[in-house]
Structure formats: structure tokens, C-alpha cells
């Protein structure tokens, strides 16, 4: 981001993190702790850019991130041994 900000690129990232849980009771997984380190870092950017009047930076810059969690999956797991079974089956039932 602070690269974007020095030479106006659009530069993109994504992060990816398991919610392993960390020994602090405020951010009890390291996901938070990574959510709330983005958070601050654009505060920081931000808060600089507060006296400057860049047009075509405040136009390029996005600041803002989208936080997803992973959740419980309604489709059923792919058991490929199923439809082998089932064919095996059905021989043994013809004549």
C-alpha cells in the first residue's frame, strides 16, 4: 500500500490465514491479529495523506480490505468409492 501510495499504482493483494488461535484474549485468532495490523497500516496512510492534496493519487488509492471466514460446506463430501460399490452391486444381482 505504501508503495501504491509513493508512485500511484493500483497494486492488489490477498491474504490468506487459517483462524489458528493466538495467546491474546483481544484477538483470539492470528486472523484478527492480521485484520487489525491491516487496519492500522491504512490508518497510518491515511493520516499522512491528511495535508497533502494529490489529485490523482485520491483517486487511484483503495484503501479498504474485505474479510471473509470460512464456513461449514452444504454440499457432501465426494466418496468416489460410492459408485463403484454400486456398480459391483448391481452385477451381482442380474442374472
Excluded: C, H
Excluded at 4 to 17: C, H, K, M, S, Y
Excluded at 19 to 38: Q, Y
Excluded at 52 to 77: C, I, P, V, Y
Amino acid at each position: 500500500m505504501k508503495q501504491n501510495a509513493q508512485d500511484g499504482g493500483n497494486r492488489t493483494f490477498i491474504l490468506v490465514q487459517l483462524p489458528e488461535r493466538s495467546l491474546r484474549k483481544d484477538l483470539p485468532t492470528i486472523a484478527d491479529i492480521t485484520r487489525e495490523r491491516v487496519k492500522r497500516v491504512i490508518k497510518q496512510l491515511n493520516d499522512e495523506d491528511v495535508g497533502s492534496f494529490n489529485l490523482a493519487a485520491a483517486r487511484t488509492q483503495d484503501r479498504g480490505f474485505r474479510g471473509f471466514k470460512l464456513a461449514e460446506s452444504n454440499l457432501l463430501a465426494w466418496d468416489s468409492d460410492a459408485v463403484y460399490k454400486r456398480k459391483k452391486s448391481n452385477r451381482s444381482y442380474r442374472s
